[in-house]
């Protein structure tokens, strides 16, 4: 059983919802990135979802394309993201990590050699926003064969023959895009995503995940009544713009009460 499978059974046995922060690899700086890493766990995160820095990042709103600019300065690579996970995984074994970004830099290094390394690293899923179910054969093969979770996003507009092969091809979890958009947008109607995810669960076996737009405590609150995990991204990352020339231990914990706003908001 992987380590997200795990996490996510041992949650809900406990009524509980997952916490899953995203931040971009390399931003605001590569040697941070480890860190920040260890710091979002300690404030309460149950599974890592960690940017891998991409040149076209085209489901992402200003604030992540800007924070991928930011790594992408620094020449961050797909080699350097899993160097990261390589670190944190000398001092945590258990939070799993999943690597979401495009499918250019994977397929520059090759599928095979791309799942391999992935697997050693440390890593648990991959997510990859421009690649279908429908058209991913030779790459879900290397995933699965290196025992990797494949997590799909699934959006407001998905037609049910997609969700079937998200079913059949997919595991570790489903990620759910709570609104019509980009990352970061912020015209979120609750009712009509806990509608969705409702009609989601009856059509999926695998737990669902419910992110973009969730940039405060109260919309994580509704969030957490209805799925299995939620995923906040754009909400941190603004943290680290709007500090990025701060001292590294101020950036550290302005991510961390932000964290603890999510994570007591999703335990009431």
Request: net charge positive; aromatic share 6%.
């Amino acid at each position: 059983m992987s380590r997200i499978k795990t996490t996510l059974l041992a949650l809900k046995d406990k009524g509980k919802t997952a916490l899953i922060p995203y931040i971009t690899a390399g931003d605001p700086h590569p040697n941070m990135t480890v860190e920040l890493m260890h710091a979002l766990v300690e404030a309460g995160a149950d599974i890592l979802e960690l940017g891998v820095p991409f040149s076209d990042p085209m489901a992402d709103g200003p604030v992540i394309q800007k924070a991928v600019e930011r790594a992408l300065v620094h020449n961050v690579s797909l080699t350097d993201v899993l160097a990261m996970v390589t670190r944190f995984r000398k001092i945590n074994t258990k939070t799993p990590v999943v690597l979401m970004g495009y499918l250019n830099p994977i397929e520059s290094k090759g599928y095979e050699r791309f799942a391999q390394e992935a697997k050693i690293a440390g890593v648990d899923g991959v997510l990859t926003v421009d690649m279908p179910p429908e058209e991913t054969k030779g790459y879900l093969e290397a995933l699965r064969t290196n025992k990797l979770d494949r997590i799909f996003l699934v959006a407001p507009t998905t037609p049910d023959n997609r969700l079937n092969e998200v079913n059949k091809q997919g595991s570790g979890f489903v990620y759910y895009v709570s609104l019509k958009g980009v990352t970061g947008s912020k015209n979120l109607d609750l009712k009509e995503v806990a509608n969705k995810v409702r009609g989601l669960q009856e059509k999926l076996s695998l737990p669902i995940g419910v992110g973009f737009g969730i940039r405060d405590g109260k919309i994580a609150k509704q969030m957490a009544k209805i799925s299995e995990a939620i995923i906040v991204g754009s909400a941190l990352v603004q943290l680290i713009e709007d500090n990025k020339s701060a001292d590294k231990n101020f950036i550290i914990k302005a991510i961390v009460s932000k964290m603890q706003e999510f994570k007591q908001a999703i335990g009431e």
